[in-house]
């Protein structure tokens, strides 16, 4: 789900010290696999879900920097990655929270810090309102926003639209090379994966799986417009969150999918959510958008801010 703008120009390949994955790979079984991807061996590791579009390497860079002593593990999510993709009618975020019930019960972890960007935060919420007992704390990043009761707000449905339009695009084109992919997301950039930092390089190369006439990405598109409704239809609302009754962190980028958009959470609807739940702590990460906030420059940051809300 990234962007033309998501490459910080000022960090060229070379600059960045830690090249490929920084995964440890692991496997949820059951009637439908999941799989996800762990950093550190403690017994009670934060648990992170991904955006609508992407897989656990979204995560890279700020599982590279976590200061947390039992690490992170970060599932793909149902339809994405390396994990099993079941037919339309199987999404939804009921099932991705069951799905995380059973990712905790795989990793024998009770009460979890559950940390959730775009999406990922929706399911985080639901997850908290559905088990009270399984979540010891929540980190929205940039996600979450409590669904409109009445009519949403025409504008902001319109950013939302917008910035998921090419994101879905892509998921039922085929690319001849790698490269070719690239130039979808950098168009006439001529890119090579080592033009990229290469915790960028490799959330790419993840994304892509082999077929017949090139390269695809591994999202489900029915995953993704499934879980869109879902998103739209039960989300929580704001009277909603008043059931969720533990402690809350919000990480918010400073600007939308785009460079020079409005923040896809405003102050007026922090403010609301601080209204309805215990939101502990916030903050709003400066020079980001939606996507850029998971990346370097600015991951050493968002990182801190997850690491201080499990000691909090």
């Not at 060229?12 to 550190?40: F, T």
């Not at 017994?43 to 599982?63: D, K, S």
């Not at 309102?129 to 980190?139: E, F």
């Amino acid at each position: 789900m990234h962007q033309d703008h998501a490459i910080p120009a000022a960090l060229p390949y070379n600059a960045h010290p830690m090249n490929g994955s920084p995964w440890e790979s692991g496997n949820v079984p059951g009637e439908l696999e999941l799989a996800y991807g762990r950093v550190g061996e403690g017994a009670n590791p934060i648990l992170a879900l991904h955006g609508i579009t992407a897989q656990h390497h979204a995560f890279n860079a700020v599982a590279r920097h976590l200061a947390h002593p039992d690490g992170m593990v970060a599932l793909d999510l149902r339809g994405r990655g390396d994990s099993e993709k079941p037919p339309p009618d199987n999404y939804g975020m009921n099932a991705h929270v069951e799905d995380v019930i059973r990712t905790l019960d795989h990793l024998d972890i009770e009460r979890g810090l559950i940390c959730g960007h775009s999406m990922g935060a929706f399911v985080a919420l639901k997850l908290a309102l559905l088990h009270p007992d399984r979540v010891s704390a929540l980190v929205l990043l940039d996600g979450g926003w409590p669904r409109p009761e009445d009519e949403p707000d025409e504008a902001a449905a319109a950013a939302i639209n917008e910035g998921l339009e090419r994101a879905f695009r892509r998921l039922d084109m085929v690319f001849e090379t790698p490269e070719a992919y690239l130039n979808f997301w950098f168009p006439n950039q001529n890119l090579t994966y080592d033009d990229l930092p290469p915790d960028l390089a490799d959330y790419y190369r993840y994304d892509l799986q082999e077929v017949e006439g090139g390269y695809q990405p591994k999202a489900s598109i029915d995953a993704a417009r499934e879980d869109s409704d879902s998103v739209s239809s039960e989300a929580p609302t704001l009277e909603e969150m008043k059931g969720i009754s533990c402690p809350v962190a919000l990480v918010r980028a400073a600007e939308g999918f785009f460079p020079g958009t409005a923040p896809l959470i405003s102050d007026e609807t922090r403010d609301a959510m601080s209204g309805v739940l215990d939101l502990g702590s916030e903050t709003v990460v400066p020079g980001t958008t939606h996507y850029t906030m998971l990346f370097e420059p600015f991951a050493a940051e968002t990182a801190g801010f997850i690491s201080s809300a499990q000691r909090s």
